[in-house]
């Protein structure tokens, strides 16, 4: 297997995507701190990620950190990436042949990691690794073992963002994290 930091490299010149290479600032490849236990996963970088280069800067990064040092977590010791690489323009979500496309850095990246517990943040990052029907709302908050990977499931944090400090996502997102910190303490 390559190291990170190779195929990071490799990652940061892919044109598999044609679209997404023409029109992104730069790939956003994730992250991965030395040792970490915890893997998150998101959909796909937006503006302020495909500006900085980094994963979960943004609004929704900002409140993954605030969570995760909430139930006891680090987002210094959590390694964070997304499905797609790049970011698609406008937001829009990623197509198939987008994720298909992107699907082998992330599965050796996730190889890389060799997290206890991966998390996915919505339904797309969770699809990623558990194709099927059933709603986030089914799946969530427990762990699935998927091809050896124990998987997590939960809200995105722009759903917990979008009910609200209130709203059942944010309660269920906290939940979810401090068991993701719990299994990998
Ligand atoms: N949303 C995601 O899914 N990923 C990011 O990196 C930022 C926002």
């Known amino acids: 297997m390559t190291d990170w930091d190779t195929l990071a490299a490799e990652v940061r010149t892919c044109t598999r995507c044609p679209e ?6 730069q790939v956003v490849v994730g992250a991965r701190p030395e040792g970490a236990r915890l893997l998150v996963v998101g959909e796909a970088p937006g503006a302020q990620e495909d500006e900085s280069g980094l994963p979960f800067v943004g609004r929704s990064g900002q409140l993954l950190d ?3 040092a909430e139930v006891g977590g680090d987002r210094a010791r959590t390694a964070v990436l997304n499905t797609l690489k790049c970011r698609p323009p406008g937001n829009r979500p990623p197509t198939r042949p987008e994720t298909a496309n992107c699907r082998p850095w992330t599965a050796q990246q996730v190889a890389l990691v060799a997290p206890d517990v991966v998390v996915t943040l919505g339904l797309s990052a969770t699809r990623w690794f558990l194709p099927g029907k059933e709603p986030l709302g089914t799946v969530r908050g427990r762990v699935h073992e998927v091809e050896g990977v124990q998987v997590l499931p939960t809200y995105h944090p722009s ?3 979008r009910n609200g400090p209130q709203g059942e996502p944010m309660a269920l997102l906290r939940e979810d994290l401090a068991l993701a910190v719990r299994l990998t303490s």
């Open 159 to 161: 759903a917990a963002l």
């Open 20 to 25: 997404l290479a023409a029109t992104r600032t």
């Open 66 to 68: 605030r969570l995760l």
